[in-house]
């Protein structure tokens, strides 16, 4: 039985969808550019990336499809400078990633990245606020009593507003990625990036997590995630196919 939860702002406003966007005429806010990537096990070199190229324009909704071991994932790496090309350039609206050290990587990332996890990643210990506002105590961005406001707003915008003293423990799998997507809204960060953000939901609950992202999407931020799930993948505005490290498609 799927339990309804409370709903905030963001879940009972209608977004009006903004229009097509046309890759051509605007400048890209992601860009790889001869992306290449060598992992090396022993003796033996692994390349998970063979030269991509790809632009994803700001606003844009974007799913990244292929089998595993095709390199996704690799590629959220890229964009969220968790990892770091072996050749080719990475840029973010004109920064190069591929050239920051990596206390500046971090930096930037939680300034303009917001990143779901297949498994949520919450800290046990933590409540559903006290996780929300991880990121807001990394940055240091403003005083402690305006950051719990924030996190506070933003689980009321997924619809948690009466869980926000719960441990994790306490939430069901669908909250506890609600508390996730709260956290990744702390910075109001331009990106949101999913590795398989529904891949530990089922089907009603990842459903209910689409349209969230759907409805951040609308409100102008550009979603990127990775997906298994073709389906889920076709409600996108675009889709990109990788196969052996290379794109193929989108």
Same mark, same amino acid.
């Given at each position: ?13 209608? /977004? ?11 400048? @890209? ?40 071991g ?7 790496n890229?964009?969220?400078? /968790? ?15 591929d ?15 917001? /990143? ?26 403003g ?12 689980? $009321? ?22 508390? @996730? ?22 089907t009603?609950?990842? @459903? ?22 073709? $389906? ?8 990109? $196919? /990788? ?8």
């Open positions: 039985m799927t339990t309804r939860h409370a709903e905030g702002p963001l879940m009972r406003r209608a /977004i009006s969808q903004p229009e097509p966007i046309e890759r051509a005429t605007q400048p @890209a806010l992601i860009e790889l550019a001869g992306v290449e990537r060598v992992y090396r096990t022993g003796k033996v070199d692994y390349r998970a990336l063979r030269g991509v190229d790809l632009s994803i324009t700001e606003g844009e909704m974007v799913a990244v499809v292929g089998p595993s095709s390199g996704k994932s690799t590629i959220l890229m964009i969220t400078g /968790i990892d770091r090309p072996t050749a080719g350039t990475v840029t973010f609206d004109g920064d190069r990633l050239r920051m050290s990596e206390e500046s990587l971090a930096v930037w990332r939680g300034a303009n990245v917001g /990143i779901i996890f297949q498994f949520f990643q919450l800290l046990p210990t933590l409540s559903a606020l006290e996780n929300a506002v991880l990121p807001l105590d990394f940055l240091r961005r005083s402690k009593r305006g950051r719990f406001d924030r996190a506070r707003q933003n689980l $009321e915008l997924v619809g948690l507003a009466d869980k926000v003293d719960h441990l994790p423990a306490e939430l069901s799998g669908g909250e506890q990625q609600r508390v @996730a997507i709260a956290r990744s809204l702390a910075a109001d960060p331009r990106l949101i990036v999913g590795d398989e953000p529904t891949g530990n939901l089922d009603v609950t990842a @459903a209910e997590m689409f349209e969230l992202l759907e409805r951040l999407n609308g409100e102008g931020k550009t979603i990127l995630f990775v997906t298994h799930d073709r $389906e889920l993948a076709a409600r996108a505005r675009r889709v990109v $196919e /990788i196969r052996d490290g290379l794109v193929v498609d989108g």
